[in-house]
């Protein structure tokens, strides 16, 4: 179902679809996130960094409902909210986009309880808070976010490269 969604998105009218699904099929409010977070993501690769914000927080204020506030979809969630944010890219903005990746480094350091920072929705963190720091002009904090993001995904990759 997700999947037609999606490909209806790129011909119609955002209000236009909700309409449609609400009234075709019941849709709970997991699906009903999923819907928003998608179409955030299309929104950020269209570089509709203020409507992706909007789809976005709408995603992270269901799925902490439906899910808890320290689940790892709405850190997932909050991540690609803070890159909507950091792309706005003006002073409030980019404070938001702080505290949102701050929050979602937290759900994700407090779901792998394993104390270590090899997991990659964890990296994905890092490389967005290094953009974070890079668009403060902040090389070196960027530097070792960046660095971090990628020593992270090598031994993720590592780890899949030995076991096939």
Do not use: C
Not at 83 to 98: F, G, P, S
Not at 125 to 144: E, H, I, M
């Amino acid at each position: 179902m997700i999947s037609s969604i999606i490909t209806d998105i790129l011909s119609i009218d955002i209000r236009e679809l909700k309409l449609r699904y609400n009234q075709e099929t019941r849709i709970d409010k997991r699906d009903l996130s999923d819907i928003h977070y998608y179409i955030g993501k299309i929104f950020l690769k269209k570089k509709r960094f203020r409507d992706a914000k909007n789809q976005l927080r709408k995603a992270v204020r269901l799925r902490m409902q439906y899910l808890g506030e320290d689940h790892i979809f709405v850190g997932v969630s909050l991540n690609l909210l803070g890159i909507a944010h950091l792309e706005i890219n003006n002073k409030d903005e980019l404070e938001v986009a702080k505290r949102t990746f701050d929050q979602a480094l937290e759900i994700f350091r407090n779901h792998f309880k394993d104390n270590s920072n090899d997991h990659v929705e964890i990296a994905n963190v890092f490389q967005s808070l290094g953009s974070y720091y890079l668009y403060k002009n902040d090389t070196n904090p960027a530097f070792r976010y960046y660095k971090e993001s990628i020593d992270i995904k090598s031994k993720i990759l590592g780890k899949i490269g030995r076991a096939h």
